[in-house]
């Protein structure tokens, strides 16, 4: 059974999430062109989803904890540079092979950059020194997992409401976090899946942080923490294999 607190912040990032998009689609700021990339297919398609999901994401995130909140905006903020700057080169080593050469990709910022917000974020959320290592480190890994994932339409939000789901029936503040990154997933998933709007690395940060987070609070408030150090070995394994992840995923059906 699933708590009414639970249920708050999902409805809540999902009626924030629909209202984003709606608010951008009718008045996109500097034009519509800016807000268009061509898809998988080359298909035009709009970047509205990526902000809508980072502002109702992060607001429900922050409502359950700040920190957490921080994160998913910082996560989005990173995204949205990526997006804006265009560089198109997928992977770790790509961007620190490009910066050992002295380039500063918007890759390697956005990398960094939300290293640093998860690492910041779990160095709150967590009292005892390990755990708060463990928790920026899954923050960090998740928003890279899900945006590994954002290569077809539907991947990464579908990713999130799968992984958010067992989540759902734990009590505190977890399943609160977990509930909020699937309620901004579920308000985007038809229009992404319907091929109308992708998430860019705006959204897909987004939600991959707030899911982390949600992973780390609940992980660790059960004093799991042989759990919470599975989950950051596997998604550091998952970033290291990040062209592999990527191809499984263009290879699922939907």
Not at 65 to 94: E, I, K, M, N, T
Not at 190 to 211: I, Q
Not at 226 to 240: E, K, Q, S, T
Request: proline share 4%.
């Amino acid at each position: 059974m699933i708590d009414k607190r639970t249920c708050r912040p999902l409805l809540l990032a999902a009626a924030l999430t629909r209202a984003g998009q709606a608010v951008l689609r009718a008045a996109p700021p500097g034009g519509r062109a800016r807000w268009e990339r061509s898809n998988h297919a080359g298909r035009a398609v709009g970047l509205y989803a990526g902000p809508a999901v980072t502002v109702g994401a992060g607001i429900a995130a922050a409502r359950v904890h700040p920190a957490a909140g921080a994160a998913v905006l910082a996560a989005g903020a990173c995204g949205a540079y990526d997006d804006v700057a265009g560089d198109h080169r997928r992977g770790f080593r790509a961007h620190l092979r490009a910066l050992r050469h002295g380039e500063i990709t918007s890759g390697a910022v956005k990398l960094f950059g939300i290293s640093a917000a998860g690492l910041a974020a779990g160095a709150v959320l967590k009292e005892r020194p390990a755990d708060k290592l463990l928790a920026g480190i899954v923050i960090a890994g998740s928003a890279h997992l899900v945006n590994l994932l954002d290569v077809r339409p539907g991947r990464a939000a579908g990713a999130v409401l799968a992984l958010g789901a067992p989540g759902l029936v734990r009590e505190g503040p977890g399943a609160r976090l977990a509930a909020g990154a699937m309620g901004a997933a579920a308000a985007v998933l038809p229009d992404d899946v319907g091929e109308r709007v992708m998430l860019g690395d705006t959204g897909a940060h987004a939600l991959g942080a707030a899911l982390g987070a949600a992973l780390g609070a609940a992980v660790v408030a059960g004093n799991r923490r042989a759990g919470l150090l599975a989950h950051a070995v596997a998604l550091v394994a998952a970033a290291c294999c990040g062209d592999r992840v990527s191809a499984l995923a263009r290879t699922l059906p939907g």
